[in-house]
């Protein structure tokens, strides 16, 4: 009887350090629709988001903005704020401090890192981190490498590299690819230069570091499916299996770096509402996508795709009343001023880290 006890005892001490020596981190991205300052820029087209502008950006609207902002933040994190929240469509530095500093996200003791791009309407992309859960290395910022179209100014691509709490380092992307303004089609190409400056960055991380941990984040304005995401940059649908055996599959007398990288796409599958709508149509425009190492089951961090969701609360929805159901509750709607939040919906996905 002793001794039946004391195998239980270390059984579920065994299990209780298992558990303890686990935890998750959550990732969060969002658009979060012309976050602007009320300061006008000259060297931008932001005169409609300030005081005297046709959206009437007053300082009261601007303030109560980054409160809807710092909100939504909170709900995804549930019980913590995501460790890592890529955004799209913030001016800079300034607003960025105001959301972090004067809303309740000051006690997370986020930092951040911003893009200062070509945009001509001055909109950039940005990554909140958790200095707790991410140490900082470094970040650069790239301008998209336009080949089959005129050049564009558009928003650059942030990569931030550092180390989360296993000792890995980890790449990050966080990307706006250029808007579908003037036609789906008509606008493809220069999706498709934006995919591949993005896929020679990541093939670049693999040659210097043949198993990579990369995760990219943000609104491709391309759907999975699209041929920016599946055929450019190659991000292959999320398989439902792994097999057996470490990655990458080496063969003999090939070293790592000369196999391809491997990217998929945890919003491939097609029965995802979408995070975007436009004209009665949802479609998934944000997006993660990462390499095999955060999901084939062979490193401390991997991601738990089961988490994944379009994070859709009843606060961050609205009747729509022109195309029927509903549609996210948004700033504006058109020129009309409603106090909402954004025309996106965030994305959130978990990682589980073993120590």
Same mark, same amino acid.
């Given at each position: 009887?002793?001794?039946?006890?004391?195998?239980?005892?270390?059984?579920?001490?065994?299990?209780?350090?298992?558990?303890?020596?686990?935890?998750?981190?959550?990732?969060?991205?969002?658009?979060?629709?012309?976050?602007?300052?009320?300061?006008?820029?000259?060297?931008?087209?932001?005169?409609?988001?300030?005081?005297?502008?046709?959206?009437?950006?007053?300082?009261?609207?601007?303030?109560?903005?980054?409160?809807?902002?710092? #909100?939504?933040?909170?709900?995804?994190?549930?019980?913590?704020?995501?460790?890592?929240?890529?955004?799209?469509?913030?001016?800079?530095?300034?607003?960025?401090?105001?959301?972090?500093?004067?809303?309740?996200?000051?006690?997370?003791?986020?930092?951040?890192?911003? @893009?200062?791009?070509?945009?001509?309407?001055?909109?950039?992309?940005?990554?909140?981190?958790?200095?707790?859960?991410?140490?900082?290395?470094?970040?650069?910022?790239?301008?998209?490498?336009?080949?089959?179209?005129?050049? #564009?100014? @558009?928003?650059?691509?942030?990569?931030?590299?550092?180390?989360?709490?296993?000792?890995?380092?980890?790449?990050?992307?966080?990307?706006?690819?250029?808007?579908?303004?003037?036609?789906?089609?008509?606008?493809?190409?220069?999706?498709?230069?934006?995919?591949?400056?993005?896929?020679?960055?990541?093939?670049?991380?693999?040659?210097?570091?043949?198993?990579?941990?990369?995760?990219?984040?943000?609104?491709?304005?391309?759907?999975?499916?699209?041929? $920016?995401?599946?055929?450019?940059?190659?991000?292959?649908?999320?398989?439902?299996?792994?097999?057996?055996?470490?990655?990458?599959?080496?063969?003999?007398?090939?070293?790592?770096?000369?196999?391809?990288?491997?990217?998929?796409?945890?919003?491939?599958?097609?029965?995802?509402?979408?995070?975007?709508?436009?004209?009665?149509?949802? $479609?998934?425009?944000?997006?993660?996508?990462?390499?095999?190492?955060?999901?084939?089951?062979?490193?401390?961090?991997?991601?738990?795709?089961? @988490?994944?969701?379009?994070?859709?609360?009843?606060?961050?929805?609205?009747?729509?009343?022109?195309?029927?159901?509903?549609?996210?509750?948004? $700033?504006?709607?058109?020129? #009309?001023?409603?106090?909402?939040?954004?025309?996106?919906?965030?994305?959130?996905?978990?990682?589980?880290?073993?120590?």
């Amino acid at each position: 009887m002793i001794k039946t006890l004391t195998i239980i005892f270390f059984i579920l001490l065994f299990c209780l350090f298992d558990i303890q020596s686990q935890t998750t981190f959550r990732v969060m991205c969002y658009n979060v629709e012309n976050l602007f300052d009320t300061t006008d820029n000259p060297q931008t087209s932001d005169e409609e988001f300030t005081p005297t502008g046709s959206r009437h950006w007053t300082p009261q609207r601007y303030y109560h903005k980054i409160q809807q902002i710092a #909100k939504v933040i909170t709900a995804a994190g549930e019980w913590n704020t995501p460790a890592l929240i890529g955004l799209c469509e913030v001016e800079n530095d300034s607003v960025l401090y105001h959301l972090l500093h004067r809303t309740p996200l000051r006690h997370q003791h986020y930092q951040y890192c911003i @893009t200062h791009g070509q945009d001509n309407r001055g909109i950039n992309v940005a990554l909140l981190y958790q200095r707790d859960q991410f140490q900082y290395l470094g970040h650069h910022e790239y301008p998209i490498r336009f080949m089959s179209a005129l050049p #564009k100014a @558009t928003r650059n691509i942030l990569h931030v590299w550092g180390k989360i709490i296993t000792g890995d380092r980890l790449d990050l992307f966080i990307c706006h690819f250029p808007s579908r303004y003037g036609g789906e089609k008509e606008s493809e190409a220069i999706r498709m230069d934006a995919a591949q400056t993005l896929r020679h960055l990541c093939d670049s991380i693999h040659i210097l570091h043949p198993t990579p941990h990369i995760l990219i984040m943000g609104d491709f304005n391309d759907t999975p499916e699209n041929i $920016s995401i599946r055929t450019i940059l190659n991000a292959n649908p999320f398989p439902t299996s792994w097999p057996s055996g470490s990655y990458p599959i080496t063969r003999p007398n090939v070293p790592i770096q000369k196999l391809p990288l491997q990217l998929y796409n945890l919003f491939s599958k097609k029965d995802k509402i979408g995070s975007h709508k436009y004209q009665g149509e949802w $479609s998934q425009l944000d997006q993660f996508i990462l390499s095999s190492t955060l999901c084939n089951g062979q490193s401390l961090i991997q991601v738990l795709p089961q @988490t994944l969701q379009t994070f859709s609360p009843t606060f961050l929805l609205k009747e729509d009343n022109t195309w029927y159901g509903k549609r996210p509750f948004r $700033s504006y709607y058109g020129f #009309k001023y409603e106090g909402g939040y954004s025309d996106h919906l965030p994305i959130i996905v978990d990682f589980q880290l073993s120590e």
